[in-house]
């Protein structure tokens, strides 16, 4: 079992950055990829970033390459999403997961329970 809780998120204009973090408890952290999802309201959720495990691999959303950054640091069980240059369409609840190497929600087996981020315009 993993658990996952994010932080980090808020109200933000746009143009402005944001980090968040998510903190995970359990076992076995680094045998996980982890990934970053956001859900926008009305919306389905999406993939965002994902990196794995050791970190030497990463694959981001075309909405958000160039822009955030997804990294992880094993010894302190956290992963992690910098996100600078926001637009308002950046806007959603955004979630952490444990699981596969893969862009599909399917694929992961473990989720925190999402950190909302709002860009204004």
């Known amino acids: 079992q993993v658990q996952l809780v994010e932080s980090g998120g808020g109200l933000v204009q746009a143009g402005g950055s944001l980090r968040l973090s998510c903190a995970a408890s359990?076992?076995?952290?680094?045998?996980?990829?982890l990934g970053w999802f956001r859900q926008a309201a009305g919306k389905e959720r999406e993939f965002v970033a994902t990196i794995g495990r050791v970190a030497r691999s990463r694959i981001y959303a075309d909405s958000v390459k160039g822009r955030f950054t997804i990294s992880r640091d094993n010894a302190k069980n956290t992963l992690y999403l910098e996100m600078n240059s926001l637009k308002p369409e950046d806007t959603a609840a955004y979630y952490c997961a444990a699981g596969a190497y893969r862009t599909t929600p399917s694929a992961y087996d473990y989720w925190g329970q999402g950190t909302q981020v709002t860009v204004s315009s």
């Open positions: 359990g076992r076995s952290f680094s045998s996980y990829a």
